[in-house]
């Protein structure tokens, strides 16, 4: 990156990545305040709660599932394509969301957004590793690492902001324009005067578009069907209702929306957008592009994989975290998952052109920094689920906000440490400085697992939250180089992608396991309690009686931030092992 014209195009892309990185990640959490209205926009009551949790499991089955197919078409389509195209996505997924009018086309638009936020990741990532050599990629590593942590404090405050003016359909309207605005400046990237294709292109047989060259035709249709979309699903009262504009809402045939004029015109104009961009010189999707790359990337294997990872996040991510450790569907969905998986290794194994190149993950560096991710991610979310659930059972107990409010000095240490992380890379090699990090988490869980019912009542306590989150901020890019430096440029897109898979299903499968551990230990402890009659002298329960519930409570989260502490440690002790670089 010694031209100057490309340094300056290449960082300006990478500050708009994690931009969006950043924008995917709030929306992560931005229906932690907003469900409720969502969910009486489509017909639930605030009791139904577990029906809206394909709100959320949706978001994240679009986030990872097929996360390791997008970062193989970044290796082989180009990191830039990739970006764009996320970006269009999170905004056609949050178009979608806004204009909801029933669970199932709520479920598909926070999907959609998912499939877009969550493919921002590995082109990004993939694209430091192309532009910077090995020992300058730590710092662009940590503030991409930061700017996503970032996300998970502004989610919350973002929704909370955009709801105090407007109502949750508004959300995603800004998240549609966000997106379209970041898209269309790094479309100005690759299309102005700068030469950023030899950082962000694969080698393709269509020309590189170029001003001047941008598919109007394509661009104007495109535009249309996504507002014949929109007023397909709100059917504005306005149109709907007018003696001669209603018509093209009365259903051709049966009840269905999609039936009516109006939806049938959407049918065709995406049939023409589509000709359009097959036939025309310079389109906006390079459709003739597509078969060679569908025969690259393995979607047989990617499809297998989709279904194992999608079964392990809906049985997973549907449960309740207070009360049960997998959904009820879990036994039938992890045994199809675990089908799916054995299809995928004998796939990965035949195939002449594998989703993952058999030579991608060689290094022990590399299949180690996976390893260690899955770990940071199975002790990470007993920070972000029962930090706030030990607060409401003590201190907070009437106060959800002031709950969540003692996770956010966990919260906003962890971008600090990120960028930490990756200056310290400069100096530290990865494997000590991942080592010291998850100590540092570690120690921050064990000490939390002698937390009393006083104790965040204590100053002091903010200490071990910002040292927690400092410790698994500071790992984020230590790891992340790690693997970049030991994986050839072709494959750091699918390498990248399964970084962050093994991160997310460790989350996963690691709060499933930490409640059980905890609720095991809570009837363990509430087994012994007498009855409210033995203990109060009355049939109606009494202090003394809560109290000893309280005890039980506490029990088990101390088992779970045990449990976390020994997560974190073995985490420590993995990266000093594996990620250490050869002997020279």
Not at 73 to 81: E, K, Q, T
Not at 118 to 140: C, F, S
Request: overall charge neutral.
């Amino acid at each position: 990156m010694s031209d100057p014209t490309v340094r300056v195009a290449t960082r300006g892309l990478l500050t708009l990545a994690a931009v969006a990185i950043g924008f995917a990640a709030a929306d992560t959490y931005v229906v932690v305040l907003a469900l409720p209205d969502m969910m009486s926009a489509v017909g639930l009551d605030i009791d139904e709660l577990q029906r809206a949790a394909p709100v959320v499991s949706g978001f994240l089955l679009g986030y990872v599932a097929v996360l390791p197919l997008i970062g193989r078409i970044a290796d082989v389509r180009g990191r830039l394509p990739v970006l764009t195209g996320c970006l269009v996505v999170f905004a056609i997924g949050s178009v979608v969301t806004a204009a909801a009018y029933d669970l199932e086309s709520m479920v598909a638009g926070r999907f959609v957004q998912g499939l877009g936020g969550g493919g921002l990741i590995p082109p990004t990532l993939a694209l430091v590793a192309d532009a910077w050599p090995p020992e300058r990629r730590g710092l662009p590593l940590g503030i991409v690492g930061a700017v996503q942590e970032l996300g998970s404090v502004m989610g919350p405050l973002y929704g909370a902001v955009v709801l105090a003016v407007g109502d949750w359909r508004d959300i995603f309207w800004l998240n549609a324009a966000v997106g379209a605005l970041i898209g269309a400046a790094i479309l100005s990237l690759r299309t102005g005067d700068a030469p950023t294709e030899s950082l962000t292109e694969a080698p393709t047989e269509s020309p590189p578009v170029r001003a001047g060259h941008r598919d109007w035709i394509g661009l104007v249709l495109a535009l249309a069907a996504l507002v014949v979309l929109v007023v397909v699903m709100l059917e504005p009262a306005s149109l709907a209702r007018g003696i001669t504009s209603g018509l093209a809402f009365i259903p051709v045939v049966g009840e269905s929306r999609w039936l009516t004029p109006l939806a049938l015109a959407l049918y065709a104009i995406v049939v023409v957008f589509v000709l359009r961009q097959v036939t025309a010189r310079r389109p906006l999707l390079v459709v003739r592009a597509w078969p060679s790359v569908a025969r690259e990337v393995d979607l047989l294997g990617a499809a297998l994989m989709a279904v194992a990872l999608g079964t392990v996040i809906v049985s997973f991510a549907s449960a309740d975290p207070e009360q049960q450790a997998i959904s009820e569907d879990a036994p039938v969905l992890l045994a199809i998952g675990g089908v799916a998986l054995v299809a995928f290794v004998v796939r990965q194994r035949t195939a002449r052109q594998p989703l993952i190149p058999r030579a991608a993950l060689t290094a022990r560096q590399a299949w180690g920094a996976v390893a260690v991710s899955f770990l940071i991610g199975a002790s990470l979310i007993a920070a972000l689920v029962d930090i706030p659930l030990f607060a409401r059972l003590t201190v907070y107990r009437d106060s959800q906000l002031d709950a969540a409010l003692v996770l956010v000095r966990f919260l906003v240490a962890l971008p600090v440490g990120a960028v930490l992380g990756g200056f310290l890379l400069r100096r530290v090699s990865p494997a000590p400085l991942t080592a010291v990090a998850m100590l540092m988490s570690a120690g921050a869980f064990w000490h939390m697992s002698t937390w009393d019912a006083t104790s965040l009542e204590s100053p002091i306590e903010t200490l071990s939250l910002v040292v927690g989150g400092l410790g698994f901020g500071l790992a984020i890019a230590p790891v992340n180089a790690a693997l970049l430096d030991h994986t050839r440029d072709a494959v750091h897109g699918i390498a990248s992608a399964l970084l962050v898979v093994a991160r997310m299903v460790g989350m996963l499968i690691g709060i499933s396991a930490l409640t059980t551990l905890g609720l095991r230990s809570f009837y363990a402890e509430a087994g012994g309690i007498d009855s409210p009659a033995d203990v109060c002298g009355a049939t109606t329960r009494c202090q003394a009686y809560d109290d000893l519930l309280l005890d039980a409570g506490i029990a088990q989260l101390h088992t779970v931030f045990a449990a976390a502490a020994v997560l974190a440690l073995a985490a420590a002790v993995l990266a000093l092992v594996v990620l250490r670089r050869p002997a020279r």
